[in-house]
């Protein structure tokens, strides 16, 4: 039977001071213990001055989305607990962006059935 694995795109603050920005789950055991987080198709998320916006009085920022670990070839990457920061909620934003550029990533996986919430901040919540 095929198991459906609903991921919610979420931002990780690492140890590291990295955002990552990805379709979030958490692991468990047999038991429904916490094992770690799993993050798929992960992009480190920054604000980078905009160019676009020479004076100060308009300190306007574009986001940026560069793939975390670049030279692996993997797509879904386990985070241990100690690792996390924060977990938060994306905003309106940042989630029409990331889906825009990375949503057809998650269409042609087979790896994983993916049933993505429509945006509504806090809906995630448990």
């Known amino acids: 039977?095929?198991?459906?694995?609903?991921?919610?795109?979420?931002?990780?603050?690492?140890?590291?001071?990295e955002h990552l920005v990805g379709g979030l789950i958490e692991l468990t055991d047999e038991?429904?213990?916490?094992?770690c987080f799993s993050?798929?198709?992960p992009y480190v998320l920054r604000l980078v001055p905009s160019t676009e916006f020479p004076t100060e009085e308009e300190n306007k920022f574009v986001i940026n989305f560069a793939k975390w670990l670049p030279f692996s070839p993997n797509i879904n990457y386990r985070i241990s607990?100690?690792?996390?920061?924060?977990?938060?909620?994306?905003?309106?934003?940042?989630?029409n962006v990331y889906m825009e550029k990375f949503g057809h990533l998650y269409e042609n996986s087979t790896e994983?059935?993916?049933?993505?919430?429509?945006?509504?901040?806090?809906?995630n919540e448990k």
């Open 39 to 41: 993050i798929k198709h």
């Open 31 to 35: 038991e429904g213990k916490g094992i």
């Open 1 to 17: 039977m095929s198991e459906t694995i609903k991921e919610v795109l979420k931002i990780v603050v690492l140890q590291s001071g």
């Open 81 to 95: 607990y100690p690792s996390i920061v924060t977990i938060a909620d994306v905003d309106e934003g940042v989630y």
């Open 112 to 123: 994983t059935t993916n049933e993505w919430k429509k945006f509504n901040p806090g809906e």
